[in-house]
């Protein structure tokens, strides 16, 4: 059986590979970088506002 390929996945793999690569798979390196991108962005491309946690007592 020949296993199934999405040529999507494919490409984003490939693009992760390239990025560590790239941060010579230094996972502390990455994170830096990631931070830093992120410090660039004033805004957030997705903010959800907290949700109240829900009430965990039950009734006696």
């Known amino acids: 059986m020949e296993p199934w390929n999405d ?4 490409e984003v793999r490939a693009a992760r590979a390239a990025y560590a690569e790239e941060m010579h798979h230094d996972l502390a390196a990455i994170c830096a970088d990631l931070r830093r991108r992120q410090a660039v962005h ?12 829900p ?6």
């Open 55 to 60: 009430d965990t007592q039950q009734a006696a």
């Open 42 to 53: 004033e805004t957030r491309i997705v903010g959800f506002q907290p949700r109240p946690l």
């Open 7 to 10: 040529p999507i996945v494919e």
